[in-house]
């Protein structure tokens, strides 16, 4: 089945700098890997998603991009702020109406 | 929008005892989802439900976990009798047609 793993596991960046966080995934046929974020006490926010047959995609500061060749995808935080500390997890879905295969999370904490 | 119901927030309890889950997906998604998440860990799988019939529920445990979604809308997931290591986080979530998955907010349980 589908294995995704997630890298770093934590992620300390001082405000304003940038954060990348990379996922890569085992199943060729996975074709939709969204990512969360998820705060203290909170479920998982869907924050973007990016489809197979998209290499790239942004929403203000925040972006994901995507290698099918290699099997990897990344998340990319801008112009961080303390309000993007949490939790961070990509996913994969190995099939049409097949549920999320996870990662193990990034916790990201941004320094004022 | 509404987004996804769960209750209670917190349960405690002793091993050996049962509990119970609810949750309320968002109004018209088709399919729901229960992922139990333990600590520092991504959401796994425990059951798909797609209306009122089970797509996936080869993750859960069943000789101690059951799960229903009469009438295809409302959720319950009950776990009887249960273990230290049921210790976590269960998050119920849906989409509207197995795609984008929207989660609650959790339920936090901790078997002592």
């Known amino acids: 089945g589908e294995n995704v793993e997630q890298h770093p596991s934590t992620l300390s960046v001082q405000e304003g700098d940038s954060a990348v966080i990379k996922c890569t995934y085992s199943d060729s046929a996975s074709n939709y890997f969204p990512w969360y974020k998820q705060e203290l006490g909170k479920g998982p926010q869907l924050i973007i998603d990016?489809?197979?047959?998209?290499g790239e995609k942004k929403d203000q500061r925040i972006a994901v991009t995507l290698n099918k060749t290699a099997k990897h995808f990344s998340l990319h935080i801008t112009e961080t702020q303390p309000e993007d500390s949490a939790v961070y997890f990509c996913a994969a879905r190995p099939g049409e109406n097949t549920p999320l295969v996870f990662g193990k999370g990034t916790r990201l904490s941004v320094i004022a | 929008e509404a987004g996804v119901a769960q209750s209670p927030r917190y349960k405690i309890i002793e091993k050996r005892q049962s509990v119970a889950f609810w949750c309320n997906p968002i109004s018209g998604h088709a399919t729901l989802y229960w992922y139990q998440q333990i600590l520092g860990q991504g959401p796994k799988l425990l059951i798909q439900f797609q209306n009122n019939g089970v797509v996936d529920d080869s993750q859960l445990p069943k000789d101690r976990f059951s799960a229903e979604r009469l009438k295809g809308v409302d959720s319950t997931l009950k776990i009887q009798p249960a273990k230290l290591e049921d210790s976590a986080v269960y998050l119920c979530a849906s989409s509207p047609q197995g795609d984008t998955q929207y989660f609650g907010p959790g339920t936090r349980l901790t078997v002592l």
């Open positions: 990016i489809r197979s047959n998209v």
